[in-house]
């Protein structure tokens, strides 16, 4: 048995350990500034006001945009856990209305440079999550950076966020043809779920969705399907300058009604086959051991 294998099998058994899975879904985009922090932040506290326990990992390696935007600094990070002796309640930061997050710090960037031993310590420790949460939401960082695919191959559910802008709408695309690329991807059971953010109609949501969907099925071994639109909404910028969430700053506005539409459509859509796949250290295992494989 390689060294891999043997990874595989001590993430087996830690995730057989437990008695209840986590529910993962990973947040991304294929460039920066269309809001796919905000999607995770907002998201994660409608699960909240749904009864869940949530917690955000912001796998979002220097921007620190979830502790940025909930105006919270976390005393310790990603990194702490791993080369400082800390433990998993260490790093654990509350958030507005209870909603908990990991900041990785340096701690995503230095994935890279862990050997067999220190994965397998950082996967039992992260594991414990598993028993603080129901749902996870992972704000990944915006692009087809290796940081980015690793976290997003992992998932059984991925949110990728776009807006109209054709750029946009490009690099969503590109990061699904690097996806579909990617050693360890699994297509056919993987949901990606496109939120349409910043439309000025539902017209313009469900053409950028069409775009996106007749290339994605031409060229690309990948299934896609539509989440739900966010409009453009000016209550957004000024719940950012107020350094917080636009579903606790104006939930009247427009784009918290659609966050609240969003977050119970997910809430009604964990399949069967989600709830078989979920679990903290299965998707953290997939994650790091991506790097030894």
Not at 72 to 87: H, N, R, S
């Amino acid at each position: 048995m390689d060294q891999a294998e043997k990874l595989r099998e001590i993430i087996k058994k830690q995730n057989q350990s437990n008695e209840s899975s986590a529910r993962i879904i990973t947040v991304t985009s294929g460039k920066g500034g269309v809001g796919k922090s905000n999607v995770s932040i907002n998201l994660a506290l409608q699960f909240r006001r749904q009864g869940k326990r949530v917690i955000i990992f912001d796998a979002d390696f220097g921007l620190a945009n979830i502790e940025v935007m909930f105006g919270v600094i976390p005393q310790y990070t990603l990194a702490d856990l791993m080369f400082k002796g800390k433990e998993i309640k260490d790093i654990i930061t509350e958030g507005p209305e209870g909603v908990m997050f990991v900041s990785g710090g340096s701690g995503i960037a230095r994935l890279v440079n862990l050997d067999n031993e220190q994965i397998k310590r950082l996967v039992y420790k992260i594991s414990e999550l598993e028993k603080l949460a129901d749902v996870i939401i992972v704000d990944t960082g915006a692009g087809i950076s290796p940081a980015v695919l690793e976290f997003v191959a992992a998932s059984q559910e991925v949110i990728l966020v776009t807006t109209p802008e054709p750029t946009s709408i490009t690099d969503s695309y590109a990061l699904l043809k690097a996806l579909s690329m990617y050693n360890g991807f699994d297509y056919e059971s993987t949901n990606v779920m496109i939120v349409a953010n910043r439309v000025n109609s539902a017209n313009e949501s469900a053409n950028l969705y069409e775009k996106l969907s007749a290339v994605v099925n031409r060229f690309l071994k990948i299934k896609i399907s539509y989440l739900g639109a966010i409009p453009y909404d000016q209550y957004i910028n000024k719940a950012v300058m107020k350094q917080k969430p636009v579903t606790i700053a104006y939930p009247s506005a427009a784009a918290s009604k659609s966050f609240q539409a969003i977050s119970t459509r997910l809430a009604k859509n964990e399949t069967a086959q989600v709830r078989q796949t979920k679990g903290v250290a299965r998707f953290f295992g997939k994650v790091f051991s991506s790097k030894r494989v």
